[in-house]
């Protein structure tokens, strides 16, 4: 495989029309390939999020990244974060519709092979499963610990997360890949059983993959504490191995 | 914590940050993943004038630790000098979840 790529910041019309930026990186030769979203997490639109991108890009994707924040822009990304969250955070519906025109957006591109799959982490593990309930069109969708998918406290919803993802799961039209640490607080074990429980009762196409010694965030070689190494590794192989089976990489 | 949680304060007072000093409103305090400290979670706090924009921000990210332990120094450098302390000299001194 010839593993060049091209990355670039792009424009594109999200939810509402809104020009939102994203993140473009396209394995370079003929093709076709397979694409994926790549979701960032709650911090925002940060070097991990894109160095992700790449990541998965590497192994013969094409990626897009979109800015989830970018209407609390300009500026840099950890400041449009901060601003975004004094705002209560993005809207659920908002986010549906970035997903949306991003994977259009790779469809569209010139040796795209009109597959396309979405990987989120922390909220944006969340906002995965939420894609895989209420966008028809995506081919995979992969949660990394994403936390709320089971609400216990009510005051986690809110006129901008208005439903429980979980509750959508009857919805599930793409196959599902999980990724948890069994020491994660949110979501906690019993809370990823619950989600199990859920996607078997309405039989979806799923797998979980759930780590002893890990919690939030163990993929995050930038922060230490929560790291695991072994873990991430084994996990990762699952990713690749669920996109390649379900998007034709 | 991956929540929206976020708590926040009027302030009166300046900050400086990567352009010198400004004029700053509002404070949020959330406990939450960090953006650039090495931590799963961290004790955040954004000074910000909200009428500026994004860029008018200066930001802390501090251990669960520290961060009570400079709300311990902080209470007590305010006690030090208590006459010299009002109650209150902000316009709306509102903290709100």
């Known amino acids: 495989m010839y593993r060049g790529m091209h990355c670039e910041v792009v424009s594109l019309a999200g939810h509402n029309g809104d020009q939102i930026e994203a993140y473009h990186a396209r394995a370079l030769g003929d093709g076709p390939h397979p694409s994926v979203v790549v979701i960032h997490h709650m911090p925002g639109w940060d070097d991990w999020t894109l160095e992700v991108a790449r990541r998965i890009t590497h192994h013969g994707y094409a990626t897009l990244s979109p800015h989830l924040y970018s209407r609390s822009g300009p500026g840099d990304p950890d400041d449009v974060a901060a601003k975004a969250r004094a705002a209560g955070g993005v809207s659920d519906d908002q986010v549906m519709g970035d997903i949306t025109a991003s994977a259009a957006y790779l469809r569209a591109q010139t040796g795209a092979n009109g597959k396309v799959g979405v990987i989120g982490f922390c909220s944006g593990g969340r906002q995965a499963y939420l894609a895989a309930c209420r966008i028809r069109d995506l081919d995979a969708a992969v949660d990394c610990w994403g936390g709320a998918v089971v609400v216990d406290d009510p005051a986690q919803l809110d006129e901008k997360h208005p439903v429980a993802p979980i509750d959508l799961t009857a919805q599930m039209s793409a196959p599902l890949l999980g990724i948890f640490g069994n020491d994660d607080r949110n979501p906690t074990a019993a809370q990823v059983d619950r989600t199990e429980a859920e996607l078997k009762r309405h039989g979806k196409t799923y797998e979980f993959h759930r780590y002893d010694g890990a919690g939030h965030a163990f993929f995050h070689w930038g922060r230490p504490e929560a790291y695991r190494g072994e873990q991430a590794i084994d996990a990762w192989s699952h990713v690749f191995a669920f996109f390649a089976r379900h998007l034709g990489a | ?97």
């Not at chain 2, 802390?60 to 209150?88: H, K, N, W, Y």
């Open chain 2, 1 to 97: 914590m991956c929540t929206n949680v976020t708590r926040s304060a009027a302030i009166t007072g300046s900050a400086k940050g990567p352009s010198g000093w400004f004029s700053v409103d509002t404070a949020t305090v959330y406990f939450d993943h960090p953006f650039h400290a090495p931590l799963e979670h961290s004790l955040n706090i954004d000074l910000v004038n909200r009428a500026a924009g994004a860029p008018a921000r200066v930001a802390i990210e501090l251990s669960a630790a520290s961060a009570r332990e400079l709300v311990r120094q902080i209470t007590a450098a305010l006690d030090d000098e208590p006459a010299a302390v009002p109650l209150s000299d902000v316009k709306a001194p509102t903290i709100s979840a």
